[in-house]
C-alpha cells in the first residue's frame, strides 16, 4: 500500500535535515525514520553513528563538508531542520547551526537529550549553549516541563514549540501468549539511567511472588554481557530474558506480545518507546521524570513510581497481578493519551511552521 506523504515534494525540496544515521538505536533515529516515511524524497545529512571513534570522526567530517557544499550550490534549500541532543552531539550541532545562520537559511533546532541539564549544568560555556539555541528560528522540545525548563535558564520563549515525538501507527499481529502469565517489556539502552538494573533486583529479591505469574522480555544495546551474567547469576532466566536490540519485524512481535511496558528511568526527555507502546494499548509503569507524566496519568493507564525505588517497583509489579482485569481499561487510556503523536496529528503541526518560515 502506498505511504501518505504528509510533507510534499514541493515543500521536502526546501527543507535539509541533519542529524544521527536513520537506523541507529534509540528514539531519535526512530522518529527520523518515520520522518523518512512521510517525507516525500526528505534530504537528509547523517552526522553521526554507533561505532568506533574513527567512524565517527570521518562521519563528522563528511558531513560538515557536505552540508556546506549544498548550502552553497543549493538555492531551493530553505530551512534546515538539526535534529540534536547534549554533550558531544550538541557540539557538532553547533557548527551546523553556525553555517546555516551563514548562509541566511532558517533553522529549526529539536532538542531530543534527556540529559542536557547535567550537561547545561557542568559547562564553562552556558552563555555560548544558549546563544547557539537562540541562533535558530524555531527550538522544538519535547514536553511542557522541558519547555518550561529551558525558559528559565535563558532561551527565548517565542523560539521554544513543543513538537511531540512521532511514531508509527501500531500494527497488529498475532502472537501466542501463556495463560495466567502477565508479559512485561522493556525496550531501551541497558545501562544504570534506564532502570533495567533496578527491575531486575526486584525480581530476584522476590522470586516466590513473580515466578510463574509474569515475563519479562528485555530489548536494547550496550552492557549485553553485564545484564545476561546478571540475569543467569540470579537464577532468574525463567522470568526474565534478554533478548539483544530488537527492531523491525521482531519489535513489532513483542509489542504485540506484552501486557505491559515498564521503562522505570532515573532521567528522560519523553521516550519512543513509551509512545510506541501506547499506541498498541499497553499500561506503563514509569518514573515521573522529563515529560513521562505529561501521558503517563499514574493509576489511569499506568503506575509511576520514583527512580531506584525498589519497593515501588515490586508494588507496581503486584498491583497488575492482582488486578489484571485493569490491564485493558488502562491500555485503552494509553491509546486515547498517545493520539496526538501519530503522524496526522503531528505533520499537522510541522507542515505549518514549516511554510510560516518559509513566509517569514
Known amino acids: 500500500m502506498k505511504q501518505n506523504k504528509f510533507i510534499p515534494n514541493d515543500l521536502s525540496k526546501k527543507i535539509l535535515m541533519v542529524g544521527i544515521k536513520r537506523d541507529a538505536p534509540g528514539g531519535m533515529a526512530a522518529v527520523v525514520k518515520t520522518y523518512d516515511t512521510y517525507f516525500e524524497n526528505m534530504q537528509y545529512i547523517t552526522t553521526w553513528t554507533l561505532s568506533s571513534q574513527w567512524v565517527k570522526a570521518y562521519y563528522a567530517l563528511v558531513s560538515i563538508i557536505k552540508f556546506f557544499f549544498i548550502l552553497l550550490f543549493n538555492p531551493q534549500i530553505k530551512i534546515v531542520h538539526i535534529q540534536g541532543a547534549a554533550n558531544a552531539s550538541f557540539e557538532r550541532k553547533a557548527i551546523f547551526i553556525k553555517l546555516s545562520s551563514l548562509f541566511k537559511k532558517k533553522i529549526i533546532y529539536h532538542m531530543h537529550a534527556c540529559d542536557f541539564i547535567p550537561y547545561y549544568e557542568a559547562s564553562r560555556k552556558k552563555e555560548w549553549i544558549r546563544s547557539i539555541i537562540n541562533t535558530s528560528d524555531y527550538f522544538f522540545v519535547l514536553s511542557k516541563s522541558w519547555k518550561e525548563y529551558f525558559i528559565s535558564i535563558g532561551i527565548d520563549p517565542k523560539k521554544i514549540f513543543v513538537m511531540n515525538n512521532i511514531i508509527a501507527p501500531p500494527i497488529k499481529v498475532s502472537t501466542k501468549k501463556e495463560s495466567g502469565v502477565i508479559n512485561f517489556l522493556f525496550l531501551g539502552e541497558i545501562g544504570k539511567r534506564k532502570g533495567i538494573y533496578d527491575l531486575l533486583q526486584v525480581i530476584s529479591d522476590n522470586q516466590e511472588l513473580f515466578r510463574n505469574k509474569i515475563k519479562l522480555r528485555i530489548g536494547g544495546n550496550l552492557e549485553e554481557e553485564i545484564i545476561k551474567a546478571f540475569i543467569q547469576n540470579n537464577q532468574i532466566s525463567d522470568i526474565a530474558v534478554f533478548e539483544g536490540w530488537v527492531t523491525g519485524d521482531k519489535k513489532i512481535e513483542y509489542l504485540n506480545w506484552a501486557d505491559i511496558y515498564i521503562l522505570p528511568s532515573y532521567n528522560e526527555g519523553l521516550p519512543i518507546a513509551i509512545l510506541e507502546a501506547m499506541s498498541y494499548s499497553h499500561p ?77
Not at 503517563?296 to 489484571?324: M, R, S
Open 284 to 360: 506503563i509503569i514509569s518514573t515521573p521524570v522529563g515529560g513521562i507524566p505529561e501521558v503517563v496519568k499514574d493509576h489511569q493507564n499506568g503506575i509511576l513510581v520514583e527512580p531506584g525505588n525498589l519497593e515501588q517497583i515490586k508494588e507496581a509489579l503486584l498491583f497488575f497481578i492482582k488486578h489484571p482485569e485493569v490491564i485493558e481499561s488502562y491500555g485503552q487510556k494509553s491509546y486515547e493519551i498517545v493520539q496526538p503523536y501519530f503522524p496526522e496529528n503531528v505533520f499537522l503541526q510541522l507542515k505549518k511552521i514549516y511554510y510560516d518560515l518559509l513566509e517569514k
